[in-house]
């Protein structure tokens, strides 16, 4: 990570946690992060260092109004105004880890092809607590091309349980 996204990250902890709603803004700004990730057009946008500063910053007001928490929208529209909309997976991918670092949790990136429920996301937990021998933070990522199962990923390592892994391990055994 560059030294920009890593202060970045940090601004944005430091503003989470004085307005006394890290959760709720780790959530909403994980759930902006995938949902800009995954239209090209407005990832454009918020990138497009051509376009100005207010009217990214309007862009991220129209898209966000009434969505999402007043900081979750203003941090959001910093990163944009401020030339770093382009950035924004990275930099919220460093907010979450510095956030999970600073309460003393592992962040496990989930993906799966259909979001989990609330007990399967608590179950995950436990299980990925257990064997990491820490508590962690899930990030869940809604990602269709996993097709079945889940990705894990916490740190270097990755537990593939997709359905594509499995079959694939079938089919080398036959």
Known sequence: MSD???????????????DGNLDVVKSELTAVAQAVDANEALRASLADRLLP??????????VLANKVS???????????TTGRGGQLAEIVNEFVAAAAAGSGKAVATVRSAVPLSE?????????????????VDLQVVVDPSVVGGA???????V???SLRTRMNKMREAL
């Open 119 to 135: 007990d399967q996301q608590q179950r995950l937990a436990a299980a990925l607590a257990q064997s990491t021998g820490s508590a």
């Open 4 to 18: 920009a996204t890593n202060g970045y990250a940090r601004a944005l902890l430091e503003v989470a946690k004085a």
């Open 70 to 80: 007043d900081t979750t929208r203003g941090l959001v529209s910093l990163i944009a």
């Open 151 to 157: 990705v894990t990923t916490i740190g270097d390592t």
């Open 159 to 161: 537990i593939d349980g």
């Open 53 to 62: 500063a207010a009217v990214r910053g309007q862009i991220v007001d129209d």
